[in-house]
Nanobody
Framework: QVQLVESGGGLVQAGGSLRLSCATS????????MGWFRQAPGKEREFVAA???????DYATSVKGRFIISRDNAKNTVALQMNSLKPEDTAVYYC???????????????WGQGTRVTVTV
């Protein structure tokens, strides 16, 4: 059974940084596509970032240059380093995994429960 458990969310002022982590189990991380999505209050869930098993990276335009996705196959974790945070980054962030792809417009097979990020002015 695949499990994804996010951590690292919290409250931060605009301009600050947070690092989200996703602990995985039940899948072979080295061959999985991993990513992060977010859902802001009153909005649909949206793609944030993805990393393929080969290390190819993909980012939403809104976070490019500020967020960095990475993976540690030995520790079975995926991280999202979020810098220069803005109030509009406030959302629940979800870790996602799929054997074939993680990208905008496609629902991954597996989801975590989410971790809340609140960015204040």
């Amino acid at each position: 059974q695949v499990q994804l458990v996010e951590s690292g969310g919290g409250l931060v002022q605009a301009g600050g940084s947070l690092r989200l982590s996703c602990a995985t189990s039940g899948l072979t991380l080295s061959t999985a596509f991993m990513g992060w999505f977010r859902q802001a209050p009153g909005k649909e869930r949206e793609f944030v970032a993805a990393i393929s098993w080969m290390g190819d990276l993909d980012y939403a335009t809104s976070v490019k240059g500020r967020f960095i996705i990475s993976r540690d196959n030995a520790k079975n974790t995926v991280a999202l380093q979020m810098n220069s945070l803005k109030p509009e980054d406030t959302a629940v962030y979800y870790c996602a995994a799929d054997p074939a792809r993680v990208r905008a417009g496609v629902n991954p097979a597996y989801w975590g429960q989410g971790t809340r990020v609140t960015v204040t002015v």
